[in-house]
Structures are given as structure tokens and as C-alpha cells.
């Protein structure tokens, strides 16, 4: 890590919190060298509790803790970014954020599996790939991709005419992923799909 410009704050410095997944801002919190210390040890995000006096493992009471994916400092080293991943409501009203702001299937995470979906494309070229079943599509080439697309859409489609609520999310969720890894595999993201929908929805002049 860095050094942090700890003086400049008498001791503390800002740390705003991220869901790693979704981007949603969780909470606003405080970090002095021995938080930042313990966070980077024990992989749960802790914080210095100005009203306590004291480091402050976020969830040591309630159980909802923030485990810690990464953390970065801005421009100035006298802020920081934590990405985590918390463990259930995160502010003390049982709000998902601090903000009382919906942390929940934040469409966000779409970002988040397509960045996953990309780097086994590139383990893929490098043959490093392994097990991974996404990495394996990449080796098959373009036709196995798009053969996949169309099975999971006719799964889909058979699932939707039946009343089992379950299969038919499942189904879809299995249509929507092999349809990213397609997309990636054409060189494209769900970000050149939002924007022919975006121009599609403008008003007409």
C-alpha cells in the first residue's frame, strides 16, 4: 500500500466504502494507520470509531462485516477507496447503505461479470485457462458461443410457457451470461447493446 497522508487529517483519514460488486457507495468511515493496518491483515474492513476512541471492525456486533477486496488512495493519499463485499445490511437503521439507498440486484454486478468474462478470454489466448468452463467456450471458437446462445434461448422460451417460476430465472440468467461471453468473443460489451437501445429511445426531433 502507499503512503497515506495521515498528518494531514490529525491522524485519520476518509474512507469511503464500495460494494466491489454492484458500485453502490455503502458508508462513509475513518482510518488511522493501525485500522488501515488491521483491514490489510485480517481481510474485514476496520475503522477508528471517533466516538468510541477505538478500532471498529464493521459487523463485530451485528455480524454484517465488509470483507475487503481492494483498496486504493486519490490523488491526494488522503482519501481512500474500499471495495468490499458486505456480509448484510450495512447502516445501523438495517438500511442497505448509509444513504437508506436499494443495494439489492444492483444491475451493476453485470460490470463486475463482464470484466470476469474478459480475463478468461485472455486466458484463453494465453492457454492458461485451466478449468474454466468460460475459458473453454473462448477455445471452441465463435460457433460453440453462439450454439450455446441459441440452446439457452430455446431453454428459456420452454421454461417461460411452464409455471415453475425458479427454472425459468435460472434459465435466463443461463441465456443472458452465454450471451455476454458472445459479445465478448465479438469484441463487444453490454455497454454497444445499451447504447443502440439508448438511440433507440431518443425522442423524435
Known sequence: MEHIDFQKGNGLVPAVVQDADSGVVL??????????????????????????????TKGEESGNTLSLVSLAADCDRDTLLVKARPAGPVCHTGADTCWAEDNRGNLAFLGHLQAVIASRKQEAMAGTGGDSYVASLFQKGLNKIAQKVGEEAVETVIEAKDSDDVRFLEESADLLFHHMVLLEAKGFGLQDVVKVLQARHQPPR
Open 27 to 56: 458508508m462513509l468511515g475513518y482510518m488511522d494507520e493501525q485500522a488501515l493496518g488491521r483491514t490489510l491483515e485480517t481481510g474485514l474492513v476496520t475503522f477508528y470509531s471517533r466516538s468510541r476512541e477505538r478500532l471498529w
